[in-house]
């Protein structure tokens, strides 16, 4: 029997929206030795933030603080011994997360003159103030003479990526625009301040990062031109030679844990790091995606992905989705994604509708914590009674704007055939409903343009809380729907990459085979719904088609 002391570890982190996920993973076994998780202080608090504006910033000493409770936290739940083995550690997080820094790397909101400063923080993936610098670069990308540098973006740019919330914040904060040298993406920032090396000009840039949002490609030679960028506006004169030219997929070390990180973590020093990525590439690599595989991260939004060889893919590009990116989820494939911009956020939103009455009128704090906890199971136990035969209600699932097919952040969501009978519960399977037919129209998406689609794995909280959502999108996509075993399957994905990146496995598919997250259960989809939802979701695409113009409007 091996010993204890003998065997190898590795950590995934997952910073994700509200917290930091920990995994301690076995290299040789892949069992999850133990888990942890540090929820945002002040994000909890929702501080900088401002919902109303769709606003929505992330402090860094959040991420800071958080990364090292998760991390002692899981060491301290591991078997004795375990941290000294520990080789590695895999960084992915939300994205495009962009933050403003001087010419060290400091995040200007750590500057004194900057500390409360919204506009000097992280960007989070959600913002959507940037709707109209959005708009302007597929303007500009479509009217001027040169490169297309949406091509392999989908062919559409969004609020949520890179460029769109610099020239947003450069554009409404003189203050921040003078002072920042450059910008920096929060998957690029972790590994760069763990190993030490924050300086723009020589830390590691995502692939992931920068070929998905960014409009990085190698056809012209990297990111988008000076000219192109001066054209979208003048403001953006110059950026683009304090960015980068290389990227590095996440096989690959962006250096060795610090002396003074490996103090405050617990962990040996000089371990390697990962170049970081966006958390669904490296959480469908947790789940075991390959070729076929359609990679489902649910939560409160829902991020899509695929794998296709670059020979499959050729010259193709596919219109309407985020991105397509040599390397960006497995090295050596194009990884493909795509998403819904609310996914358990409908749900959520539905609920916060309901409990408005009650935090209004109900003054014993105690029976509104209990209403607000059962109130997504009750309503989940009246809709399934619900037949999809009988329903009357046709949803949108754009409340928080449209992120695929056809990145649009304009929209939003709407309820159709609503009567004096329309009751909670048919409103909340409409929407369950609303959610499952955005993801057929997403994977009809992907195979019109040649991508095959065989099977779909889902991960994610809702995947595990949910048997209702979870079999309604199996009837809806009419495909069976594999839940992955792992409610930690991102941070177990991440953990694969360090596995590569130390050295113990030679690439991602070695470490993914050992390593990768094995089935829960499998939904079937119910021959007898499956007719019904065919029926209603064209109904789904005839309402969203009259109603865009209308939503856009709003």
């Known amino acids: 029997m091996e010993k204890m002391n003998s065997r190898k570890y590795v950590i995934g982190l997952d910073f994700g929206t509200d917290s930091v996920r920990s995994v301690i993973v076995d290299l040789a076994s892949g069992k999850e030795m133990s888990t942890s998780v540090s929820y945002y202080k002040r994000w909890k608090k929702g501080a900088y933030c401002d919902p109303s504006k769709n606003q929505f910033r992330h402090h860094p000493q959040d991420y800071k603080e958080s990364l090292v409770e998760a991390v002692v936290e899981a060491v301290k739940r591991a078997p004795k011994g375990t941290s000294k083995n520990i080789i590695g550690l895999g960084i992915d997080t939300t994205g495009s997360t962009p933050a403003p820094v001087d010419s060290l790397g400091t995040v200007l909101c750590l500057k004194k003159e900057f500390k409360d400063d919204p506009d000097a923080m992280f960007i989070l993936w959600k913002d959507h103030t940037a709707v109209e610098e959005a708009e302007l670069i597929n303007k500009v990308v479509r009217s ?33 625009k003078d002072v920042a040298y450059t910008w920096v993406e929060l998957a690029d920032w972790v590994p760069a301040i763990l190993t030490g090396n924050t300086k723009p000009d020589s830390l590691k840039r995502s692939r992931c990062a920068a070929g ?4 990085w490609h190698p056809s012209w030679e990297g990111l988008p031109s000076e000219e192109f960028l001066t054209k979208v506006d003048p403001l953006l004169s110059g950026l683009r030679e304090r960015l980068y030219s290389d990227t590095y997929t996440s096989d690959i070390s962006a250096g060795s844990l610090t002396g003074k990180w490996a103090k405050k973590l617990g962990l040996p020093e000089g371990i390697a ?19 076929g595989s359609f990679v489902k991260i649910i939560g409160t939004s829902c991020c899509d992905m695929a794998v296709a060889p670059p020979e499959t893919i050729g010259n193709k590009v596919v219109a309407g989705i985020c991105g397509q990116v040599d390397g960006s989820v497995i090295p050596g494939l194009i990884g493909l994604e795509a998403g819904q911009s609310s996914f358990g956020d409908a749900y959520a939103w539905f609920k916060d509708i309901l409990m408005w009455s009650v935090q209004k009128f109900v003054d014993d704090k105690e029976c509104i914590d209990r209403i607000e906890e059962e109130i997504i199971p009750q309503l989940t136990k009246e809709a399934e009674k619900i037949s999809p035969k009988d329903s009357t209600l046709i949803a949108l699932d754009w409340l928080n704007g449209r992120r695929t097919p056809y990145a649009d952040q304009k929209l939003n969501g709407a309820i159709a055939g609503l009567s004096l009978g329309s009751n909670s519960p048919a409103i909340f399977r409409a929407i369950v409903e609303a959610t499952a037919f955005g993801s057929r129209a997403i994977i009809e998406r992907f195979r019109q343009d040649g991508v095959a689609i065989d099977e779909v794995i889902a991960i994610g909280g809702i995947s595990h809380k949910s048997p209702f959502v979870m079999q309604v999108l199996s009837d809806v996509l009419d495909m069976p729907v594999k839940v992955s075993s792992s409610f930690q399957a991102v941070a177990v994905g991440a953990a694969i990459f360090a596995a ?18 094995s089935t829960l259960t499998t939904y079937k989809p119910r021959k007898n719904n499956v007719n019904t939802y065919n029926r209603l979701y064209g109904l789904y695409k005839e309402l969203g088609e009259s109603m865009e113009d209308i939503l856009r409007r709003l």
Do not use: C, P
């Not at 949520?160 to 921040?176: D, Y």
């Not at 790091?273 to 070729?291: E, N, S």
């Not at 590569?500 to 997250?517: E, P, T």
């Open 212 to 215: 998905h949002k960014a409009m």
């Open 273 to 291: 790091v990962t170049v970081g990525a966006f958390d669904a590439h490296m959480g469908a690599v947790g789940a075991g995606i390959g070729q």
């Open 500 to 517: 590569v990146a130390s050295g113990h496995y030679g690439n991602i598919v070695q470490a993914k085979n050992k390593m990768a997250s």
């Open 144 to 176: 001027w003479e040169g490169a297309d540098y949406t091509k392999y973006s989908g062919g559409v740019y969004s609020s949520e990526w890179f460029f769109s919330k610099i020239l947003h914040i450069i554009r409404n904060n003189k203050k921040v």
